[in-house]
T-cell receptor, first 114, second 111 residues
Framework: NAGVMQNPRHLVRRRGQEARLRCSPV?????VYWYRQLPEEGLKFMVY????????ESGMPKERFSAEFPKEGPSILRIQQVVRGDSAAYFC????????????FGNGTRLTVT | GEDVEQSLFLSVREGDSSVINCTYT??????LYWYKQEPGAGLQLLTY?????DMKQDQRLTVLLNKKDKHLSLRIADTQTGDSAIYFC???????????FGTGTRLKVLA
C-alpha cells in the first residue's frame, strides 16, 4: 500500500539550471498539493492541483515555477533557472477528496542550489 | 488573517506527559489535524478531530478541542525519546480545499 512517493530525495543544481521534482500520489487520490519548507520554518502552500487542472497556484511565484498533474503519470513541480533562494525541502501531499480528507505527505525532495 | 499559532519549543523528561497547544483561525473549520515530522522526513498524520467533538483519545494521544476559544491541544502520555519531532497542527477550512498549517512545535524529550 504505497504512500506518496517523491523523487528524487535529494537534488543538487547549479544556479541557472532547471529542477524537476516528481510526486506520485497515493493510489486513487486525485488531489495533489505542493508545499515548500525552509530550514527551521513551517510549511508554505504553493499549489493545489486536480487531475489535469491547476486549481490554486496562489502560493507559487509567477516566474520560473510551474506545476502540472497530467492524466497519466506523476505530478511535476518545475523550477527554471534556479537561484540560491530556491534551496528548500519541497513536499507533495495527496488527498482522496477536495475537503474533509486528510493530507498524506511524501518524504520530500531536498533541493540544494550551489 | 489566516495564522495558526503554536509555541515553537517544548522540552519534557522521558515518561512525563507533553501538551502541545495550537490556536486556529476559522471557527467553521470542520477537521483539525495533528502531524508529526521527524528529521529528514515528511509529515506523518497522527490523529484528527471533527469539529463537533470535544475530545478524542487514541492510545497515548489525547486531542482536546475548545471551539469557543479556537484552541486545540495534543497530549502525549508517557513521552518517549522517539516522540522527539516537530508537531504541526492544521485546520481544513470548511467546504474548501484549504489546509492551514501552524508553524510547528519542536518537542525535545530528555532521557
Amino acid at each position: 500500500n504505497a504512500g506518496v512517493m517523491q523523487n528524487p530525495r535529494h537534488l543538487v543544481r547549479r544556479r541557472g539550471q532547471e529542477a524537476r521534482l516528481r510526486c506520485s500520489p497515493v493510489k486513487g487520490h486525485s488531489h495533489v498539493y505542493w508545499y515548500r519548507q525552509l530550514p527551521e520554518e513551517g510549511l508554505k502552500f504553493m499549489v493545489y492541483l486536480q487531475k489535469e487542472n491547476i486549481i490554486d497556484e496562489s502560493g507559487m511565484p509567477k516566474e520560473r515555477f510551474s506545476a502540472e498533474f497530467p492524466k497519466e503519470g506523476p505530478s511535476i513541480l518545475r523550477i527554471q533557472q534556479v537561484v540560491r533562494g530556491d534551496s528548500a525541502a519541497y513536499f507533495c501531499a495527496s488527498s482522496l477528496g477536495a475537503y474533509n480528507s486528510p493530507l498524506h505527505f511524501g518524504n520530500g525532495t531536498r533541493l540544494t542550489v550551489t | 488573517g489566516e495564522d495558526v499559532e503554536q509555541s515553537l519549543f517544548l522540552s519534557v523528561r522521558e515518561g512525563d506527559s507533553s501538551v502541545i497547544n495550537c490556536t486556529y483561525t476559522d471557527s467553521s473549520s470542520t477537521y483539525l489535524y495533528w502531524y508529526k515530522q521527524e528529521p529528514g522526513a515528511g509529515l506523518q498524520l497522527l490523529t484528527y478531530i471533527f469539529s463537533n467533538m470535544d475530545m478524542k483519545q487514541d492510545q497515548r494521544l489525547t486531542v482536546l478541542l475548545n471551539k469557543k476559544d479556537k484552541h486545540l491541544s495534543l497530549r502525549i502520555a508517557d513521552t518517549q525519546t522517539g516522540d522527539s519531532a516537530i508537531y504541526f497542527c492544521a485546520e481544513n477550512v470548511a467546504g474548501t480545499y484549504k489546509y492551514i498549517f501552524g508553524t510547528g512545535t519542536r518537542l525535545k524529550v530528555l532521557a
